[in-house]
Antibody, heavy 123, light 108 residues
Framework: QVTLRESGPALVKPTQTLTLTCSYS??????????VSWIRQPPGKALEWLGR???????YYSTSLRTRLSISQDTSKNQVVLKMTNVDPVDTATYYC???????????????WGQGTLVTVSS | QSVLTQPPSVSAAPGQKVTISCSGS?????VSWYQHLPGRAPKLLIY???KRPSGIPDRFSGSKSATSATLGITGLQTGDEADYYC????????????FGGGTKLTVL
């Protein structure tokens, strides 16, 4: 059974660095074709993809946020970490991590998602 | 503003059928669809435009034309009331995933 759970601070001050952890089970990020994506949803708005880390430690980031994002993994702990620097109130959102898998068609799809964690950026 | 365009809302009565469109510019092949209930983890309904993961009932279907993708839901149930999002890799950018703006389905 695949499960993912996001954890981190509920409140962050502007200009600080946000660090979120995705703890997963039921799959291995060392398996070829396996990835974890980070996605967020501001209140009342649509989903926004932030980035992805692959089984071979390849990393891909949203073009609009790439200068502020960093994704890393600790396979010994089954965890993926997202860091976002210089946060602003517009970064207030529910942050999700999602297993992303290379399907037989040759394309990756986020398939299993965590429940998300709400992060508020406010002084 | 989302690269993929969805209608903000659709509605239909229980037992009826509804379709939700997802259109966009550039190259957006291999669309997936997600059901998002408030406070819950989004659920994958369709991947690769028309394939269902195991456990997803055949009431949910996906199709794709040259410029848009469509999610179809038949035999509507009150439990289907949720937000639905399409998503796809944008091959015009470097491995960026894009979502549609979401569609609120109301089962009357």
């Amino acid at each position: 059974q695949v499960t993912l759970r996001e954890s981190g601070p509920a409140l962050v001050k502007p200009t600080q660095t946000l660090t979120l952890t995705c703890s997963y089970s039921g799959f291995s990020l060392t398996t070829s074709g396996m990835c974890v994506s980070w996605i967020r949803q501001p209140p009342g708005k649509a989903l926004e993809w932030l980035g992805r880390i692959d089984w071979d430690d390849g990393k891909y980031y949203s073009t609009s946020l790439r200068t502020r994002l960093s994704i890393s993994q600790d396979t010994s702990k089954n965890q993926v970490v997202l860091k976002m620097t210089n946060v602003d109130p517009v970064d207030t959102a529910t942050y999700y991590c999602a297993r992303t898998y290379l399907y037989s068609s040759g394309w990756y799809f986020p398939d299993y998602w965590g429940q998300g964690t709400l992060v508020t950026v406010s002084s | 503003q989302s690269v993929l365009t969805q209608p903000p809302s659709v509605s239909a009565a229980p037992g009826q059928k509804v379709t939700i469109s997802c259109s966009g510019s550039g190259s957006h092949d291999h669309v997936s669809w997600y059901q998002h209930l408030p406070g819950r983890a989004p659920k994958l309904l369709i991947y690769d435009s028309n394939k269902r993961p195991s456990g997803i009932p055949d009431r949910f279907s996906g199709s794709k034309s040259a410029t848009s993708a469509t999610l179809g839901i038949t035999g509507l149930q009150t439990g289907d009331e949720a937000d639905y999002y399409c998503g796809s890799w944008d091959s015009s950018l470097t491995a960026n995933w894009v979502f549609g703006g979401g569609t609120k389905l109301t089962v009357l």
